[in-house]
């Protein structure tokens, strides 16, 4: 966008020249939402064995859904959100206790980013609009509701003294937790999304529509978020822009 290319009366907003009119950069922002978390105390203090997300599994909010939509992941120490955190006294010590941190990987929010300014140094202001979908909501709640339903199990009793949070919230207390506990997971994507349609950015090659001599090889063609985690997608991405770079200049590997 600072480049002049983006949409037309965001651009002329911020005094930058428009090179080329494209509606679609920016918006289409989708983002896998991490919520911090479902946490229990140790029966017995257990020292990290690694760096978190060792353990994780795959599992549909609802059984209509025709692939999972849900991913918790392990988190060896207590992982509060700056809200929940504080609020529920969770303890700092990692051998004090472990979270089973709920996940939505196939959100239906989108978000947009915008300027905020036409310099390089003005940051990018990112409207996540994380929640604001009832499917969305909806479909935490109950990965809330599955993780709390592990970590009480009898088969994990040998490892839990007692549940820290949430605890047994419904209704709007639970949705209320939900809010103040969701959080991005790094997984930011979308935002010059391949295709055809008016908001698309980049074409089958990676071409952004309309400008000569310029591709994108990272996540943000993704006309949608993938289900598991992005790393692997985006290094495939790159890998293939390389592959038509060289066939469209003749390079040999």
Not at 229 to 239: F, Q, R, S
Request: overall charge neutral; charged content about 20%.
């Amino acid at each position: 966008m600072l480049s002049g290319i983006g949409d037309e009366a965001q651009l002329k907003a911020h005094g930058i020249p428009v090179e080329h009119h494209l509606s679609g950069v920016g918006r289409n922002f989708q983002d896998h939402i991490l919520v911090a978390g479902c946490v229990w105390e140790y029966r017995h203090p257990e020292c990290p064995r690694n760096n978190s997300a060792a353990f994780t599994f795959f599992a549909k909010s609802a059984p209509s859904l025709k692939t999972p939509d849900l991913q918790p992941v392990l988190e060896e120490c207590a992982f509060g959100s700056e809200i929940t955190g504080p609020r529920y006294g969770l303890p700092t010590d990692r051998a004090a206790a472990w979270t089973l941190a709920p996940r939505l990987v196939q959100p239906t929010s989108r978000g947009h980013l915008a300027l905020t300014g036409n310099r390089a140094a003005d940051p990018v202001a990112i409207h996540a609009h994380f929640l604001s979908t009832p499917e969305d909501v909806k479909a935490l709640v109950r990965c809330i509701e599955l993780c709390r339903e592990i970590g009480n199990a009898p088969a994990l009793r040998g490892f839990v003294k007692r549940e820290l949070m949430p605890g047994p919230l419904r209704g709007p207390d639970l949705e209320d937790f939900l809010r103040d506990a969701a959080g991005t997971y790094f997984h930011q994507t979308c935002t010059a999304k391949m295709g055809r349609d008016a908001m698309s950015v980049v074409d089958g090659a990676l071409k952004v529509h309309g400008i000569e001599g310029l591709r994108i090889a990272d996540g943000s063609i993704m006309p949608t978020i993938t289900t598991g985690n992005t790393m692997a997608p985006w290094v495939l991405i790159g890998e293939k822009a390389a592959d038509l770079i060289r066939a469209a200049h003749g390079i040999r590997r």
